[in-house]
């Protein structure tokens, strides 16, 4: 198996240069915009500006996107259901427009850098340390899943009484593979922390990005109601 | 010069009760390459992980001149590198650069410091292009030289490598035997691979239930040992 959630991420633009938390801060905004507002078509524009603006392929973000469409139909068909068409469309364009703005920013944000940013900005680092581990040996564990999988099916296929017997395999070889890898932290000397060399910081861009975002986004609800 | 390394007595014991090391004596000199040969079981991993204080047993060990102990550790850690038999436990970073500099940030160089002397320690193994990579993203040859970069940019005065040919096709195995020997410092291998064995190997110990049974020139200790024909012999099984 071959994943790579990070390609776009590594990709080079005016957003992708910007410090994690100018990005995570723009999108608690944005989000809290989109999910308050009466009229949330008013924000397709800010958000197909975003999109542009991230030099990400659009048709990857619709379709990323739309993967939230199954849940918000099913929301959406309760309220056709009662007759109340303009809430139908304003649950499917706000959800639509929600997802469209966490796939940018995570497509514009390396997990690492987003997970630096939660840090910095007060998330307990016990959680961002556990989560960025997750992240970085999750694939390795669907890979050692995955050929214990082959192995069965080899051998006659998948039973259900067997299942357990592999993830108490997968789970001892899981804890043997954290001892090894507290064993080569150690040796490199770990003292407790993860120290970062991402040298961006909350520069003037970052201050404009996120005030700017604000600022549009109070104009908007107060002077035009929207 | 003194010895880089002096082991004197090492016996270690597991939880479980196997007796992994009983009265290992060993000296590391400058710029050898001391090849450590044995089976499956024999102590050579459990004697490496001796040398920063991983495991600590009865005995003694010296690493350039320092004793083993909670005082010296993060001096002896310094001194001696280890790249681990599983590159995917030692690249624990997100990107390949970041995980080069992790020994650096924690040895207290500014990040741009270690932003450089990581990226030199990548150009320095071949893998310079890989930098802002996933470590899952990289194959098994790419991943053991990002392994040894990330020990190589704390700049050791000892390496040891733990099997470090495992998993790696003949031609990743060649341009490993040719990396380290271009490597100034002075190594400890562990390995199963002969052609390794004899390619970088100024010296070979073989250990034996948990003993060092010789000690010599890497050719004499494998036929003494008749080694390749065992392996062989094992291999067939």
């Known amino acids: ?226 | 010069m003194g010895s880089l390394i002096e082991a004197r007595g090492l016996r270690y014991r597991y939880e479980d009760g196997t007796e992994a090391l009983r009265g290992v004596d060993f000296d590391l000199d400058p710029g050898e390459t001391v090849i450590l040969l044995g089976g499956n079981g024999s102590g050579k991993t459990t004697f490496v992980l001796h040398l920063n204080g991983l495991l600590r047993g009865e005995g003694e060990v010296r690493v350039c001149g320092m004793a083993m102990g909670e005082t010296n550790l993060a001096s002896i850690r310094r001194k001696v590198g280890v790249v681990f038999q599983d590159a995917d436990e030692q690249l624990f970073m997100p990107t390949v650069l970041e995980d080069a500099a992790y020994g650096l940030l924690n040895l207290g160089y500014s990040r741009g410091e270690a932003r450089s002397r990581a990226s030199a320690a990548l150009d320095r193994v071949g893998i310079g292009h890989c930098a802002h990579r996933a470590p899952y993203h990289l194959s098994g040859g790419e991943k053991r030289r990002a392994a040894i970069a990330g020990v190589l940019a704390m700049e050791p005065e000892i390496l040891v490598l733990d099997e470090p040919t495992t998993s790696l096709d003949p031609p990743g195995q060649r341009e490993l035997v040719e990396l380290l020997r271009t490597l100034p410092q002075a190594k400890i291998v562990t390995t199963h691979d002969t052609g390794l064995a004899r390619g970088v190997g100024t010296r070979a110990v073989f250990f034996e239930a948990g003993r060092v049974a010789g000690s010599g020139e890497v050719a004499d200790v494998l036929n003494r040992f008749d080694w390749e024909a065992y392996r062989d012999r094992e291999a067939s099984r």
């Not at chain 1, 994690?20 to 905004?29: E, M, P, Q, S, T």
């Not at chain 1, 959680?127 to 082959?150: C, G, H, K, P």
Request: charged fraction near 15%; aromatic fraction near 10%; glycine fraction near 8%.
């Open chain 1, 1 to 226: 198996m071959h994943l790579d959630p990070d390609a776009w991420s590594r990709g080079d633009s005016w957003l992708h240069r910007r410090d994690g938390r100018a990005k995570l801060l723009a999108l608690i905004a944005l989000l809290a915009g989109i999910g308050t507002t009466s009229a949330p078509s008013a924000y397709a524009a800010i958000v197909g500006v975003l999109a542009l603006v991230s030099r990400l392929p659009l048709r990857g973000i619709a379709m990323r996107a739309a993967l939230v469409l199954p849940f918000t139909m099913t929301f959406a068909a309760v309220s056709i259901l009662g007759g109340d068409w303009a809430r139908a469309q304003a649950v499917i364009a706000r959800s639509l427009l929600s997802a469209t703005v966490v796939v940018v920013a995570i497509g514009v944000t390396p997990f690492a850098s987003l997970l630096r940013a939660a840090e910095r900005m007060g998330a307990p680092r016990l959680l961002v340390q556990v989560t960025q581990f997750l992240y970085r040996y999750l694939f390795v564990l669907f890979d050692e899943a995955a050929r214990m999988r082959w192995a069965a099916q080899s051998r006659g296929g998948f039973r259900w009484d067997a299942a357990g017997g592999a993830v108490a395999v997968l789970f001892a070889s899981s804890y043997q593979r954290a001892e090894g890898i507290h064993r080569a932290m150690l040796s490199r000397g770990f003292q407790g922390s993860f120290p970062a060399i991402d040298a961006t910081r909350f520069g003037a861009p970052e201050i404009a990005m996120t005030a700017g975002v604000v600022a549009l986004l109070v104009a908007m609800r107060l002077i035009w109601g929207v």
